[in-house]
């Protein structure tokens, strides 16, 4: 490699950019102490160069690393369960691993396996496996970001090993690009709501809360959502102290959020604020009052007056409504999509948009109003060249 190679973001890992790509070179000192230049094969592969450094930096300090040979992914694992690096994790984030790490099948069957045994191949036959699994609700196989999670304790653990030494580094570093998780032949996009699906879909909730089998009515709670705008999390947070339900000045003070945790917290990134609603979002949420045994707790109470629970809305709430109403491919966060596209095909401002919205930055919300502009300007140039 030429003098003219820069540092990447990684220590003692540089790289040259020629016409194939990046060329990586590590850097390391042998036992005599003098530095020493490696060039890693291929381009592009700062994995690769990650691994080739481990690996020389192992060889100068200790030779080859040989794990104990008792040292198997349970015994790890559960190691790594009751280390201060698993607790500085967030709440939610180790219920999701501890789950997925005591329950996932593709990853209790690790259990018995040697820490040493587990290597790029055995992970690109777990990726493979997750990639063919069909998803339990629903219809398809997992998308990418679901393998991705479930990959994700599994690679803190490897990674908890290289740190107690049982590991020189990560399989997952050396893991070649065609057996890692595959991009979703069909990513999701938000659905481009019409008003005519969102009748239907709140109509269609209306109808089950009306059959004698209902337990809850779900049609407040969505309509809100379509309608104001909220995270779901943000939905199931409001409390009736939070409601300015006045004709022609009706407002939502957004100031928490009930976590899948069950526990409430504030809002995502800080967005505490005040929404400005409809007379008709007005006039559902009095009569939700009405009927409501507190009139000082969660707006969206259950038949025993707590909040309601994440799960329950999706699959209860939403899906069972979009799916009596015959829309497909949609979630319920997509409602909240449907918000900001209205206020965006109504001429609001992106700072206006995201201060309704609750965004952090208006990069977000000026997808909502290229969205649109882009329409507005394709029937211009139709209009121009008709005639």
Known sequence: MSDRRTRSRYPNIYYNETPQGRAYEISFYDHMKRRR???VEGFDNIEAAQVA???????????????PADATFAGVRDRYLVSRRFAKLGAWTQKNYRAALETEEVLVE????????????????????LERREKRHGKGKLRQSSVENILKPLRAVLAFAVKEKLLSASPFAALEKEDRPAPDEEPHEPHEWTDEELERLLAASS??????????DYAPLLTVAAKAGLRLGELLGLEWTDCELVRGAGALNVRRQWTRLDELAPPKAGSRRRVPISDELVRVLLELKMRSADKGGPVFASRTGGRLSHRNVQRRGFDAAAVDAVIEGVTLHDLRHAYGS????KGLTARQIADAMGHK????????IQRFNGEAADELVREAMSG
């Open 37 to 39: 230049w490696k060039r």
């Open 53 to 67: 450094l481990a690996e020389a930096q192992g060889k100068k300090r200790t030779g080859t690393k040989t794990p």
């Open 110 to 129: 690790l259990a018995p396996v040697k820490i040493a045994a587990i290597d790029d191949g055995v992970l690109g036959g777990i990726v493979g496996e």
């Open 207 to 216: 109808r089950r809360a009306a059959e004698q089998a209902s337990r809850y």
């Open 342 to 345: 209205r206020l965006a095909s």
């Open 361 to 368: 930055s208006t990069r977000t919300t000026e997808i909502y």
